[in-house]
């Protein structure tokens, strides 16, 4: 009994660790984000700023910042493209960093090759090899990143990964959804599609997509599910995590399902193969298991003993 509780030990961590993927906070860009912000944009570059008035640009070089409020936009150079209203005014719709962009809040520090936020749509894109959003606490890196302000939904794609401490979970996509209330914007729901791996240092859950519900603080992991501490292994169609209760539960199909140590293949089961003799505190920090691991700390006698 002690084993089993043991084993579904990686569901409550998947279930964190989702949470925390999803709470990558960088992704929000507050102050230029917010088109009816009366704060201005201080600029500033080392080798001047450039106006071409034929391509209706403005190109800031070398260590070039653009400042507003809290926030500030570094690269080696910065352009702004406007275009002519009726009335003969200069309307600025894009606005585009390139090299080495370093963009500072005072929640989190972002580094990516290019950036771009298109004032229309309120569509802020972040490229790079990779980009980076270090919140302090937790990392997210990735080839793509894009925030939508209105509709307040960011994608993350190409290599996504968050790390915190000695935990990373990792997805071919991550989409969060965010709502604003009172002014303040805060995390709704977050996905995870695609190859979802989450890591510790003593577990391991693989599955198809992730979902964490940031109101009901339910997270789930589905689609082929694969838990593993040590020697120890839960399959399932199913794992839900509820962060508030602290339950878990290993499902198959559209219910819960019985657990067969005997015949596996009956019907739609979850499958539990716990190998005596297994260390509780599992393997190294982010040990992910290799062909033949089978045959470590299991207290198996039958390999033959070194001349």
Avoid: C
Avoid at 54 to 70: C, D, S
Avoid at 151 to 174: I, L, M, P, W, Y
Avoid at 238 to 248: D, F, P, Q
Avoid at 278 to 290: H, M, N, R, V, Y
Wanted: glycine share 10%.
């Amino acid at each position: 009994m002690i084993r089993r509780i043991l084993a579904l030990a990686p569901l409550a961590t998947a279930g964190w660790l989702l949470a925390q993927g999803a709470a990558a906070q960088g992704l929000p860009i507050p102050g230029f984000g917010n088109t009816g912000s009366a704060l201005p944009v201080a600029i500033e570059a080392d080798q001047g700023v450039e106006w071409r008035q034929n391509e209706q640009v403005y190109i800031a070089r070398g260590n070039a910042t653009a400042k507003r409020g809290e926030t500030t936009i570094r690269a080696d150079a910065l352009y702004a493209h406007y275009r002519k209203t009726q009335d003969n005014r200069q309307e600025i719709y894009k606005i585009t960093a390139e090299g080495a962009v370093k963009i500072t809040t005072p929640k989190e520090t972002i580094t990516s090759d290019t950036a771009e936020y298109l004032v229309e749509t309120s569509v802020f894109t972040l490229k790079g090899r990779p980009v980076k959003i270090d919140s302090g606490k937790s990392t997210l890196t990735a080839a793509l990143v894009v925030y939508n302000s209105k509709s307040k939904v960011a994608t993350v794609t190409g290599g996504a990964q968050v790390v915190e401490d000695k935990k990373r979970v990792r997805a071919d996509r991550f989409i969060a959804f965010f709502k604003e209330e009172g002014g303040k914007q805060s995390l709704k729901r977050v996905e995870a599609l695609g190859n979802v791996i989450i890591t510790t240092p003593t577990e391991i859950a693989r599955g198809n997509k992730g979902d964490y519900d940031a109101e009901s603080q339910v997270a789930t992991l589905s689609g082929n599910v694969r838990l593993t501490r040590g020697d120890n292994q839960l399959n399932g169609d199913r794992a839900e995590v509820n962060m508030k209760t602290g339950i878990s539960k290993l499902l198959a199909g559209d219910g819960p399902a019985t657990v067969s140590r005997t015949n596996p293949a009956e019907g739609r089961r979850v499958r539990v193969l716990i190998m005596p003799g297994q260390a509780e505190s599992g393997k190294g920090p982010l040990d992910i298991p290799t062909p033949g691991a089978e045959n470590k700390g299991t207290g198996r006698t039958d390999q033959k003993p070194k001349r």
